[in-house]
């Protein structure tokens, strides 16, 4: 623009030359003070006008110094923020990873703390070997079943068929009962808890039904020391031999 200004004067410089020139040729010169007198209102005012376009360009370079250099000072803060945000996004995978460490931490923790689940389970056969009737006796029995398929925690006694608990928890039991006996005496054998009948099965004792099984179960809350076992009543019987009909089975679903 400064020089746009320049070419603009030295072009109005020339034209007042010519027209000096031109007017001294043609009419005789008479003085400078009539062709002063027509010709200095229009430049005094071209001149006016290119001092104030002049003015006005040097507050617009002013102006556009001033927007580089705030542009300038934003351009740093911009790239301050953006490192200040870096960081802080570095900052927040370090934590993440921090975090899910101390996460695993934790679980280990609580896994080593934690006791460790009883494993209590077995499976038993009334017989070991040979075949026949168990009972009759004059008094309710607990049947003491001799072949130990399964004895995990040793909670089950093949001596007395008694299964006594270790820990409070909830259990599972179940049993099966065969009767090989046309008439008296039949089957009837009970599911115990201490001295508290839980459940029961039953064969009839007529003589058309000479081949009867059965079965039961029940799930129930133990404390230490109960006593869980399977009850012949008094002068009944049950069958057996080595194809095991007559099971007893119980494990442990979860501490209390």
Request: charged share 20%.
């Amino acid at each position: 623009m400064k020089e746009v200004l320049a070419l603009l004067l030295l072009s109005l410089c020339c034209c007042l030359s010519r027209g000096l020139g031109d007017n001294r040729d043609s009419e005789g010169y008479q003085g400078t003070g009539a062709s002063l007198a027509v010709c200095l209102p229009d430049t005094c005012a071209l001149f006016r006008e290119l001092a104030a376009m002049k003015e006005r360009l040097g507050t617009m370079d002013q102006t556009q110094a001033a927007l580089k250099e705030s542009f300038g000072a934003m351009g740093q803060k911009l790239g301050a923020v953006e490192t200040k945000l870096q960081g802080s996004e570095s900052q927040v995978e370090e934590l993440k990873k921090v975090n899910t460490a101390q996460e695993e931490e934790l679980k280990a923790l609580k896994k080593s703390l934690s006791p460790a689940q009883p494993k209590v389970a077995f499976s038993v056969a009334l017989r070991d070997s040979g075949s026949g009737n168990i009972g009759p006796f004059t008094t309710n029995t607990p049947l003491q079943y001799k072949r130990v398929f399964s004895n995990t925690g040793s909670s089950y006694n093949p001596a007395t068929g008694i299964f006594t608990a270790m820990v409070r928890g909830m259990y599972c039991f179940r049993y099966s009962m065969y009767s090989n006996n046309s008439g008296r005496p039949n089957s009837v054998v009970s599911l115990m808890k201490n001295s508290e009948k839980l459940v029961t099965t039953w064969n009839t004792d007529d003589s058309m039904n000479v081949h009867e099984s059965a079965s039961n179960a029940a799930v129930v809350q133990l404390e230490v020391g109960d006593s869980v076992y399977i009850q012949l009543w008094a002068n009944r019987v049950v069958y057996d031999d080595i194809n095991n009909y007559n099971t007893f089975t119980g494990f442990l679903l979860f501490t209390v």
